[in-house]
């Protein structure tokens, strides 16, 4: 069993930044690929990024990639989403997720474990 908690979340001006944290605890994390997703308003939740266990590959969606950057430190425990040039449109809930295996993925159904969810809010 993994939990999973993110914080980092806020409200932001557009071109802002911020950078969200998930921390993990329970079963080998080192092992496990990490993923982001968010779901805005009224909208299907969506993957953003995601990291392969040693941190070595990572994938991003088309709409965020430049702007985000995904990273871990196994040794803390911890997936980081840095967000950079933020746009209202990147308002949603975002949630960290943790697949059982070490290669990473961009389908949700892939993911295993699902923290819940850390609020950003982009104002124009």
């Known amino acids: 069993q993994v939990q999973l908690v993110e914080s980092g979340g806020g409200l932001v001006q557009a071109g802002g930044s911020l950078r969200l944290s998930c921390a993990a605890s329970?079963?080998?994390?080192?092992?496990?690929?990490m993923g982001w997703f968010r779901q805005a308003p009224g909208k299907d939740r969506e993957f953003v990024a995601a990291?392969?266990?040693?941190?070595?590959?990572?994938t991003y969606a088309g709409s965020v990639k430049g702007r985000f950057t995904i990273s871990r430190d196994n040794a803390k425990i911890t997936v980081y989403l840095q967000m950079n040039s933020l746009k209202p449109e990147d308002t949603a809930v975002y949630y960290c997720a943790a697949r059982s295996v070490p290669g990473f993925a961009a389908r949700e159904v892939d993911y295993s474990y699902w923290g819940r969810g850390t609020q950003v809010t982009v104002s124009s």
């Open positions: 329970g079963r080998t994390f080192s092992g496990s690929a």
């Open positions: 990291i392969n266990w040693s941190g070595g590959y990572t």
